[in-house]
């Protein structure tokens, strides 16, 4: 079965104001930002409920000067996105006044999610580890006079995450694609694979899951084995959001390394615990997670 792409809709309207709306003193022109937000629906929840806390342009003046211009007040907002989709509407996530000119960031920054599920109605915690949506290229956003309309599609098959067993689930902002519009003219569109080539949206980070003998590191407080036990390390829940190929490296801190999602090793006894490091690479980022094993002598082997 096909699965589709769900996507959030993030529009910034610009409108140029007419007199009034020059600086006195100075010759130069603002806009009126307004960033609107809607959804297309995930059939796995009724709701999905995100918490913005910022949303920000940031503009280069010149070689030795540049600026952010907050979008949104201080207060972080809330947006139901089924809600958006059932009554075709959109929301605001900010009304400003900007300088027209030349922009190369926007970054809008997530801090919550909650999801209702449709098969339950229960209420769950959508985990949020970075939530940057981050779109920067030099010159990217050129806001002139009239109306200006950025369009930022939200791949949300990719961005919220379920775990096996449908345990936690985890949202990383994901964007499909990006679409500038001036007088409802289109100026540019750039699909996913074209923002990665070409270094529009910062790439996110492998996000990693391990399970040891099969329970979550998250749950388990300590990992206790006896010497000489063959323990599984899995981390093939492991995933990176924009869909790279993983690397893994395990070192068990024993002078053993082994490679891959899946692995297995044994430990002699130690009176330390050892600190085993699972390194997660997809090309661009790297990242660790260390954690430690206990080894208990009393059913193990000789010291």
């Not at 699965?3 to 959030?8: L, Q, Y």
């Not at 001036?182 to 990665?196: A, D, G, T, V, Y």
Request: aromatic share 8%; glycine share 6%.
């Amino acid at each position: 079965m096909k699965i589709k792409i769900f996507a959030i809709l993030i529009a910034v309207v610009i409108l140029v104001l007419t007199s009034g709306c020059m600086e006195e003193g100075t010759n130069l022109e603002t806009a009126l930002i307004d960033i609107r937000i809607g959804d297309i629906p995930i059939s796995t929840f009724d709701h999905v409920n995100i918490t913005f806390s910022e949303v920000k342009l940031h503009k280069n003046i010149d070689d030795d000067n540049a600026s952010w211009v907050m979008i949104n007040s201080s207060i972080p907002k809330t947006v139901d996105l089924i809600y958006l989709h059932i009554n075709n509407i959109t929301d605001s996530l900010g009304l400003t006044n900007i300088t027209i000119g030349n922009y190369s960031k926007l970054w809008i920054h997530v801090i919550n999610a909650t999801g209702v599920l449709n098969a339950t109605g229960e209420t769950v915690n959508i985990d949020v580890p970075s939530g940057w949506l981050k779109i920067q290229q030099l010159h990217l956003f050129n806001i002139t006079k009239g109306n200006n309309t950025i369009i930022i599609d939200i791949d949300l098959e990719s961005s919220i995450h379920t775990y096996p067993h449908g345990e936690k689930y985890k949202f990383v902002p994901v964007i499909s694609s990006l679409e500038c519009r001036h007088e409802n003219q289109l100026r540019f569109r750039h699909n996913k694979s074209e923002m990665k080539q070409n270094g529009i949206v910062e790439n996110q980070k492998p996000q990693i899951d391990i399970l040891v003998n099969g329970t979550s590191l998250e749950s388990s407080k300590k990992i206790e084995v006896d010497a000489n036990y063959s323990i599984e390390f899995n981390a093939s829940a492991t995933y990176d959001p924009e869909g790279d190929i993983l690397n893994f490296t395990w070192d068990f801190d024993d002078g053993n390394i082994a490679y891959g999602a899946m692995v297995t090793h044994s430990f002699v006894y130690s009176n330390s615990p050892y600190k085993v490091t699972l390194t997660v690479s997809d090309g661009t980022n790297t990242v660790e997670e260390t954690f430690n094993v206990h080894i208990n002598k009393e059913k193990g082997g000789p010291e």
